[in-house]
C-alpha cells in the first residue's frame, strides 16, 4: 500500500486511497505518509483533528523530514515526525494509567474527563476508538486481574474484593462470576473441583494462552515458551483438572486473532500494558 500513498510533485498525483485516509482521519495510515497544505504551509498527519484542506492544496510525503525540507511546518495538534504523543493520545495514556493506579476507586466518565481533560463524551469514543473497549470495560477487566492477583497472594475473598473497588461480596459475584469461569469461592480454592480446557495461539504480541470451563473464560495468559503457560496454569489453578481442547475453538481462535490488532499509540505503549490491553480484550470478546 506505502508505494501508492506516496507523493510525486503535484496535488493532482494524490491518490483515492490517500484522500480517502485524510478524510477518514484513519490512524492506521499515520505511518505512511504525512499530508501538507499549501495554503497554509502546515503539515499534519492522515488522523489529524484540524479542519481538511482542499484536494488540490494538498501536497504527501512519505516521511516528515521530507515536508520540513520542503519548508513545511509541523502541525502543533497532531505533532506528526515527533516522539511525543500527541494531545489525543497522551489522554488516552493518561487515564489508562489513572485506572490501572486507582482500580479501589469508582471509575466515571466524569472522573476520567477531569483527569485528561476531555469532555466525558469525547473521552468516550476516543477511549473506545483508540483501545478498541470503553472505559468501564477496561476498568471492568482490571478489576478482574487484581481480584485474581490478591487472591493468589493469600487474600481472602472478602478482602480480596475489596482491595480490587467491587465495594461489596453481591457486585464481585454479580460482575466476577463469566470472568473467573467458576465462582469466587472456587477460585479461591485453587479451582478445586474444575475442569479446565485450554488451547494456544500464535499472534504478533506472542503466544497466547485461553482456557475456559463450562461457565466461562479462567484465563488469558501470555508467554514465550509452551512451557511456561502449563506452569502458570497450574500455579493458578493447582486443585483443577487441566486438559487441551482436542480441537480448537473457532470462536477462541477469531477472537485472539481481531484483538491483535492495536491503534497506533498502542504500539507505542510499554509491553506489559500492551498485554493488560489484549487480554481485556480478548475477555470482553469472548464474554
Not at 484540524?50 to 502543533?76: D, K, M, S, Y
Not at 467491587?166 to 457486585?171: D, E, L, N, T, W
Not at 465462582?183 to 474444575?194: C, S
Request: charged share 20%.
Amino acid at each position: 500500500m506505502g508505494s501508492r500513498l506516496l507523493m510525486a510533485t503535484a496535488p493532482a498525483t494524490i491518490s483515492n486511497v490517500a484522500w480517502t485516509a485524510i478524510l477518514n482521519r484513519d490512524r492506521h495510515h499515520d505511518e505512511s505518509f504525512v499530508y501538507a497544505a499549501l495554503t497554509t504551509g502546515i503539515y499534519c498527519r492522515p488522523s489529524c483533528p484540524a479542519r481538511h484542506p482542499h484536494r488540490r492544496n494538498v501536497l504527501l510525503f512519505a516521511t516528515a523530514a521530507q515536508a520540513e525540507r520542503e519548508g513545511f511546518i509541523a502541525c502543533r495538534r497532531c505533532r506528526p515526525g515527533k516522539d511525543a504523543l500527541t494531545h489525543a493520545e497522551a489522554s488516552i495514556k493518561t487515564a489508562l494509567e489513572w485506572i490501572e493506579t486507582h482500580i479501589q476507586q469508582p471509575t466515571t466518565l466524569g472522573t476520567l474527563s477531569q483527569v485528561t481533560r476531555l469532555s466525558p463524551n469525547h473521552m468516550q469514543q476516543l477511549f473506545k476508538r483508540i483501545v478498541g473497549l470503553s472505559p468501564k470495560a477496561f476498568c471492568d477487566a482490571r478489576r478482574l486481574a487484581f481480584f485474581k492477583r490478591f487472591i493468589r497472594q493469600g487474600a481472602s475473598v472478602s478482602s480480596a474484593s475489596y482491595r480490587a473497588g467491587y465495594g461489596s461480596s453481591r457486585a464481585l459475584y454479580e460482575r466476577a462470576a463469566k470472568g473467573l469461569g467458576m465462582t469466587p469461592g472456587t477460585y479461591a480454592r485453587g479451582g478445586h473441583g474444575t475442569h479446565i480446557k485450554y488451547a494456544l495461539f500464535a499472534g504478533k504480541l506472542g503466544r497466547t494462552l485461553v482456557a475456559g470451563t463450562d461457565l466461562g473464560i479462567c484465563a488469558i495468559l501470555l508467554a514465550d515458551h509452551d512451557t511456561l503457560f502449563l506452569e502458570q496454569l497450574r500455579r493458578e489453578f493447582p486443585q483443577a483438572v487441566l486438559a487441551p481442547m482436542q480441537a480448537s475453538s473457532a470462536k477462541w481462535s477469531h477472537a485472539v486473532n481481531s484483538c491483535q490488532m492495536e491503534d497506533r499509540l498502542l504500539s507505542r505503549l510499554p509491553l506489559d500494558l500492551r498485554h493488560r490491553i489484549f487480554q481485556a480484550r480478548v475477555w470482553q470478546a469472548l464474554r
